[in-house]
Every structure is written in C-alpha cells, then in structure tokens.
C-alpha cells in the first residue's frame, strides 16, 4: 500500500473517531440493545426486521434529508411508513413517531417535532444531542438502520 494511501486511510479513522459513528452504517450490537432500552411513545416495534438501508444526506435545525432503498411496504393513503426521531437524554434513547412518509421521501420537516406530536411535547433536542433517525412500516415488521448524528 502506498504512502499516500495509508495517510488517507489513517486520516478517515481518525475523522470517525473523532466525530463518532459513521452516519451510513448499519446498526451496531450496541445500538441493537440500546433498542431494548427504548423509552418509546409505543409507535417503535425494537423487534421489527431491518430490511432497507437509510442514509442520512443533510440534518438541518428544520429538516432531514436521506437518502433510502426503495422500500416494498405496503402503501396506505399515499405513505408507507413513519418517520421515527429518537434523541440520547440521561444515557436513554428517548422518542418515536413523529411524522409519515411516502416511498419517494427524501426529506421531512421537523414541525411536528417542535409542535409537540406525541412524546415530543416533554421531549425537545438542543443543539448537540447525539440523535438517530428510523424509518418503520406501518405494520410496524420492517424498519431501516438507524443513522446517528448531533442536532444541529
């Protein structure tokens, strides 16, 4: 391996060391039994199947933008899933539910969020709280990989 490849490469780990989880990978066994622990708004299934992969494009203070493999769940009035928003508060990965989407989503606002939809009237992020995002089937089987970031 050349020079430069080993820089490169020593330079990526350091980056992910650094910042934490890669946004693109998958659930680690770590995240797999932190979802036992779930504080949920009972809208999570933690024993739902991953079946697709979610990756997480842009986190802005008002939206989310991912990026996910077309999903073959069952469609009902125009969505196939919801949207799931779990946020790291005293050491427990607290949320759930907080918007619909539809196959061809790339994207969702946080207004539900910050208006109060279910679990999120008690529960807000501030800027730096370690987040993960999921999206689930309506029939709660299926769900993608979670993906982390920092509220920003």
């Known amino acids: ?64 933008y991912f990026g996910s493999d077309k999903r073959n769940w069952e469609v009902k009035d125009d969505c196939d899933g919801e949207a799931h928003l779990f946020i790291l508060k005293d050491n427990k990965w607290q949320g759930g539910k907080y918007d619909h989407v539809r196959p061809s989503s790339t994207s969702r606002d946080f207004k539900n969020v910050y208006g109060g939809y279910g679990c999120f009237s008690k529960l807000q992020p501030v800027i730096g709280d370690k987040v993960a995002f999921i999206l689930i089937s309506y029939n709660k089987k299926y769900r993608t990989n979670a993906v982390f970031s920092s509220w920003k």
């Open 1 to 64: 391996m050349s020079t430069k490849t080993n820089w490169w490469n020593s330079l990526v780990e350091f980056i992910k060391k650094l910042f934490g989880k890669d946004d693109t990978q998958p659930d680690t066994n770590d995240w797999k039994t932190e979802l036992k622990k779930i504080e949920s708004d009972n809208s999570f299934s933690n024993s739902a199947e991953i079946t697709h992969k979610l990756t997480l494009s842009k986190l802005t203070h008002d939206n989310v």
